[in-house]
């Protein structure tokens, strides 16, 4: 499971790597990498590279011939880069399908980490199943087993499965083949029976029945038949799944899986014609409360009338599913939180209003989908203030090529604008064409009153989304596009940089918000806001990254504080390694997306991650950043 991903590691490395690397990313023993390194040394001339050792630097892998090396690397494909959270997830998915005990010895072999590990593991393993209402048996000689109901054991499955967690989705794969056709079968059905469900809750629904059918093909025990008579048309849609999984894959399903397939159908779908609930309080009720959101965010939600009759809309059909105990999953949740976290603490306020005066619990997964509204609406608006700039001139340093060239590209992102190129020497030809915006690659010899980007002659993709940004804000003032790259590293300070060897993460987030809050970044109250914000739902995300930030922006300059852990710490079923937390000025709020933009790019990097905390130096984690810029540092 491993040899891959050491290998991958030597690819993607521009240099020597240490043993030390792979301790520390594999969390084994030394004594178990030098296995490893000492086996693929030794088998690397008949696989197409040389591995070659360096006393003080490391281990370097050359390839020599690529069809060897093409050839050995497809043999390892089902190895996998599991770190220390994703292990977690998989050594329990393989305790709970198991028929019978398992010794920790046998554990050590299937995953290829050392006894030791797996016993530190199991610590994490019992608090992990126990959270899932599953339970760890110990039997002296024989070994370890989880005992819990299926239901619990398909639901514990099924959180894994949705984590992408490669272990077990790969195992899950080798197990249920074609799974299309039941898809398919659903969707026909639920459009039979003349039913509603959304992409999002059709995942969740897909996802379930394939751990429905993987369950049922690794217990393969016999059920004791039941006979389930036709009611509503969700049950309906039930009895035929069971029946279509049955007949296809060759297998019983109990009563059991049957009532995990009929409630999760119950959460997930819904008839077409219902009635939808629209009253004038709760319509004042939005009105108020946008009101009071456009004050403090300086937005203009409430000005916009498609936008609140789509969320009066949603939200009178939410009060009516949450008041009958009926929410639906979101598989895109986490996404949302980091790609919008100021509309998603719109949303956190928001579902507290309708919490207060409708007596309705809104879920994080509700949160997110009220959300959505919310930043459908910013994106029309960002579109809109682009729409403002109707001339827009061009000026290079001839009329030729390049010009046509930087014409073109910019009206990929002024569609409606009218857009002409100019010669530096054509001063008099610009202010006639009277620009309310002007690209140019040269200084100007003359005043304009107008927004001036200065750019260069070549742009690239970063460049323009980079344009998009900057003008995608009613304020914007001329700026020099070459500047703006660096404005959120500017944001990181190295006095609010640490590598800490902290083990409780609520008390690490609480140290490094005060620490905020009594310097001269913070305000009042900082702390507090970002303590509720992760009470509400924490900001933990993949790979290990979390990017705290108050419920209220409240700063009097703005910071991004960092904090890479010694030791990961394992908060709510979930790993953190390093902590962004973001400190902005109110006013200047729309930073936050750009920031956490830059954030996911990262986190979707594990290399980069792992380089970060292997080196965690505050330079390292610039350049870390900076490298995804396309390599500008």
């Known amino acids: ?74 043999t390892l494909q089902n190895d996998f880069n599991l770190n220390a959270s994703q292990r977690i997830q998989a050594i329990s998915c393989y305790l709970i399908i198991s028929q019978d005990y398992l010794t920790m010895e046998y554990l050590s072999e299937e995953f290829k980490v050392s006894l030791a590990s797996i016993k530190k593991d199991m610590k994490q393993v019992e ?94 025990q016999n059920t004791n038949s039941f006979i389930k008579t036709n009611g509503t048309s969700i049950e309906k849609i039930s009895i035929r799944i069971k029946e279509m999984i049955e007949a296809y894959y060759q297998v019983e399903l109990d009563e059991s899986s049957f009532e995990d397939i009929l409630e999760l159908l119950k959460n997930n779908v819904r008839v077409k014609e219902i009635t939808q609930i629209f009253t004038d309080q709760l319509q004042k009720d939005i009105e108020e409360f946008l009101i009071e959101t456009d004050q403090i965010h300086h937005t203009d939600f409430s000005k916009d009338e498609t936008f609140k009759k789509s969320l009066i809309k949603h939200v009178s059909l939410l009060i009516d599913r949450l008041s009958k105990k009926i929410s639906y999953k979101n598989s895109l949740i986490k996404e949302i939180c980091v790609r919008y976290p100021m509309l998603f603490n ?135 596009l070459a500047d703006t790259k660096d404005t959120i590293y500017s944001l990181f300070r190295k006095e609010f940089f640490e590598y800490s060897d902290a083990n409780d993460y609520m008390k690490l987030i609480k140290e490094m918000a005060l620490k905020i809050e009594n310097s001269e970044y913070g305000q009042e109250h900082y702390a507090d806001y970002v303590l509720e914000r992760e009470k509400y739902m924490n900001t933990i995300y993949m790979n290990g990254i979390s990017i705290a930030h108050p419920i209220n922006l409240c700063s009097k300059k703005n910071l991004v504080s960092v904090t890479i852990l010694k030791n990961p710490i394992h908060y709510e079923n979930k790993e953190v390694r390093i902590v962004f937390m973001v400190c902005l000025r109110k006013e200047e709020d729309y930073i936050h997306k750009q920031i956490t933009e830059k954030l996911f790019q990262f986190m979707n990097h594990k290399n980069q991650i792992q380089k970060v905390i292997k080196q965690h130096t505050f330079e390292d984690l610039i350049v870390a950043l900076k490298e995804m810029d396309g390599g500008s540092v």
């Open 346 to 480: 719109i949303s956190i306020r928001f579902s507290n209003m309708l919490k207060e005066k409708y007596n309705v619990e809104v879920t994080n997964d509700e949160a997110g989908f009220i959300a959505t509204h919310f930043a459908a609406h910013m994106e029309r608006e960002k579109q809109n203030k682009l729409e403002r700039f109707n001339r827009i001139a061009v000026i290079c340093s001839s009329g030729g090529g390049s010009a046509y060239l930087i014409k073109l590209q910019i009206e990929s992102i002024f569609k409606k604008a009218n857009v002409e190129a100019f010669s530096f020497t054509q001063m008099e030809e610009v202010e006639n064409y009277d620009p309310d915006l002007i690209f140019t690659i040269l200084p100007l010899q003359k005043e304009f009153s107008v927004p001036v980007i200065h750019i260069k002659e070549l742009l690239d993709e970063l460049d323009l989304i980079q344009i998009r940004q900057m003008l995608q804000y009613e304020n914007c003032d001329s700026f020099i």
């Open 1 to 74: 499971m491993r040899l891959s991903s050491i290998l991958n590691d030597f690819i993607q490395a521009d240099g020597y790597l240490t043993i030390e690397f792979f301790i520390d990313k594999y969390d084994v023993s030394k004594r178990t990498i030098q296995s490893d390194l000492s086996y693929l040394t030794k088998i690397s001339n008949q696989r197409g590279y040389q591995l070659n050792f360096r006393r003080d630097y490391g281990y370097l892998l050359k390839i020599t011939d690529y069809d060897k090396w093409n050839q050995f690397v497809q």
């Open 127 to 220: 608090i992990w199943l126990s959270n899932h209402n599953l339970i760890l048996e110990r039997k002296r000689h024989y070994g370890l087993i989880v005992n819990g109901t299926d239901s619990n054991k398909r639901k514990a499955l099924l959180e894994v499965y949705l984590c992408d967690n490669p272990y077990f989705e790969q195992y899950v794969k080798k197990t249920v083949h074609n799974f299309d056709k039941i898809s398919s079968f659903v969707i026909t059905q639920i459009e039979k029976e003349n039913l509603m469900i959304n992409y999002s809750e059709l995942k969740t629904v897909i996802s379930s029945l394939i751990i429905i059918s993987f369950y049922a093909l690794i217990k393969l």
